[in-house]
């Protein structure tokens, strides 16, 4: 005999075993068919069939059930290439040898170039500088035979006088000459050539072996 709590009329309810398979089924249909959809329905209708969808039937009767999903995770990104497994390790090692090189090469030119500079500009100074500046000059008594009666002095601030250490009449002629403050001057511009001449032979000799 059947009790009084058989089963509702109608199609048998979908057993927790059933109701997981097509549970997955659908799943795999709505993510196959949109990776957007984000949201299913569990629909249970008076007879306790069990059904799952993801939109929502208009005017249905049953319990309702909304379940949301997670969104499809993105894509893995594509596995690097030889090239560019290559780069960090590339630029963590910094320039190669061949950009060293030629860094250490344009960085020979420039001294070369700088040092040549410097003796242009320093035989330009000597040069500039071989004539006596106007408070470079100093007055001089220079001492020649006397004059003699009637005759004309050479230049007209030539006069005879006694030498003050000696009595000794004699013909004193003022004169401008360059003093000790010009010469000093001479000496620094000739040292400043002289260092000027070296630092290019240096560079030059740098240049030959770094280049060769």
Known sequence: ?????????????????????????????????????????????????????????????????????????????????????????????????????????EDLERRLQAAQARLDAARKARAAGEAPAQDDMQVVQRRYAPLRSGETPPRANCFNAPNPATGVVSMVCPVQVPGEKHYRRQDKLDEEVALAEEALRQAERDYRRGTD
């Open 1 to 105: 005999m059947s009790s009084g709590r058989g089963r509702p009329s109608g199609r048998p309810a979908l057993t927790s075993r059933h109701a997981a398979a097509a549970l997955a089924l659908v799943l795999g249909a709505a993510l196959s068919a949109t990776a957007a959809a984000q949201t299913l329905y569990k629909l249970v209708g008076r007879d306790g069939r069990v059904t799952y969808t993801d939109t929502l039937p208009k005017g249905y009767d049953g319990e309702v059930t909304r379940i949301e999903m997670d969104p499809a995770p993105p894509p893995p990104p594509p596995a690097p290439t030889a090239k560019t497994a290559a780069e960090p390790a590339r630029k963590a090692a910094g320039p190669g040898v061949g950009e060293k090189r030629r860094k250490a090469r």
